[in-house]
């Protein structure tokens, strides 16, 4: 911390510094209130895709006979093309899920069995559940490192620069009190020595 000058100029400094701090930390509340609930949001939101993604895969586990026939089972879920958005909340950019392009998978219709295609389907659902899987993982990830942020910034406002502020401007204010107040003792004592040197011509 910088050695503060015990002046009047030092001392409007630090109420300005003081103003600028008090006004800024609502905001840094706001931002990390605003962080949290999404946090919050988005930890619910990845609890209820595993939650999707393990029924997926029981579902798929009932048709591992299946699997068993369809030996290049995953050259039917290549991912082409994963699709996604942004979103800006409290100041953080964020992926947002639309959709995902699957690699075209062809075949001969007659010399595949009739239950290929919703063992298709069920495999490519099950695969888009991974990757808003690991989008939603990837929210929380930056929302969470923006959060600890937010938290030591407020912090550091509320215990050390605040206070420490507050701390300067009472300190400055006793010392030039005192200087004030010895000026004014200096000037009585000054004015006493001319009085008595008066009383001493006369």
Not at 17 to 23: G, P, T, V, W
Not at 79 to 88: D, F, M, R
């Amino acid at each position: 911390m910088a050695k503060i000058k015990y002046t009047k100029q030092e001392l409007r400094n630090q109420q300005i510094h003081l103003e600028q701090l008090e006004r800024y930390l609502p905001t840094l509340q706001l931002r990390k209130n605003l962080l949290q609930s999404e946090t919050i949001r988005a930890q619910n939101q990845l609890k209820n895709l595993r939650d999707d993604t393990h029924a997926a895969y029981d579902l798929l586990a009932q048709s591992a006979p299946l699997l068993d026939q369809f030996p290049n089972a995953e050259n039917a879920i290549q991912i082409g093309e994963l699709v996604q958005s942004h979103e800006n909340i409290a100041g953080v950019t964020l992926p947002v899920f639309e959709s995902v392009a699957f690699e075209p998978y062809e075949y001969d219709l007659y010399d595949t069995p009739p239950w290929l295609d919703a063992l298709v389907s069920e495999l490519r659902a099950f695969k888009s559940l991974e990757s808003q899987v690991i989008t939603a993982e990837r929210r929380i990830e930056i929302l969470e490192r923006e959060l600890r942020d937010v938290f030591i910034k407020v912090n550091l406002f509320e215990k050390v620069l605040i206070p420490q502020c507050i701390k300067n401007i009472r300190s400055i204010k006793i010392f030039l009190g005192d200087l004030d107040l010895a000026a004014v003792a200096q000037a009585k004592k000054a004015k006493d020595k001319i009085l008595k040197r008066k009383v001493e011509v006369a």
